[in-house]
């Protein structure tokens, strides 16, 4: 299983961008699907998640500028980032919480995608 991330850029303070995140390869199931993101020395933090039903998890600092999204015919994770801040730069990871057809749980990461925003 691979992760393709794109979508991370320069961008100004109140911009928009959209992360996209597209998982390939021997796909059985997946459960969960999100980001994380980890600024300049800072722990990597959990940004967001979608289930397969399509319950989301949405961080505080986050909430009412970024939303999660999945299209589960794609495989594919999306992050919409609204109203960006200074402080959302950072390298922004995906991942999903894999269940092969033995039901064992797995998760697989994208590289990254950096995402600066500044005037």
């Known amino acids: 299983v691979q992760l393709q991330a794109s979508g991370g850029g320069l961008v100004q303070p109140g911009g928009s961008l959209r992360l996209s995140c597209a998982a390939s390869g021997n796909i059985f199931s997946i459960n969960s699907m999100g980001w994380y993101r980890q600024a300049p020395g800072k722990q990597r933090e959990l940004v967001a998640f979608?289930?397969?039903?399509?319950?989301?998890y949405t961080t505080d600092s986050v909430k009412g500028r970024f939303a999660i999204s999945r299209d589960n015919a794609k495989n594919t994770v999306y992050l919409q980032m609204n109203s960006l801040k200074p402080e959302d730069t950072a390298v922004y990871y995906c991942?999903?919480?894999?269940?092969?057809?033995?039901?064992?749980?797995?998760?697989?990461w994208g590289q990254g995608t950096l995402v600066t925003v500044s005037s």
């Open positions: 979608i289930l397969s039903g399509g319950s989301s």
């Open positions: 991942y999903i919480d894999h269940i092969g057809s033995d039901y064992r749980a797995q998760r697989y």
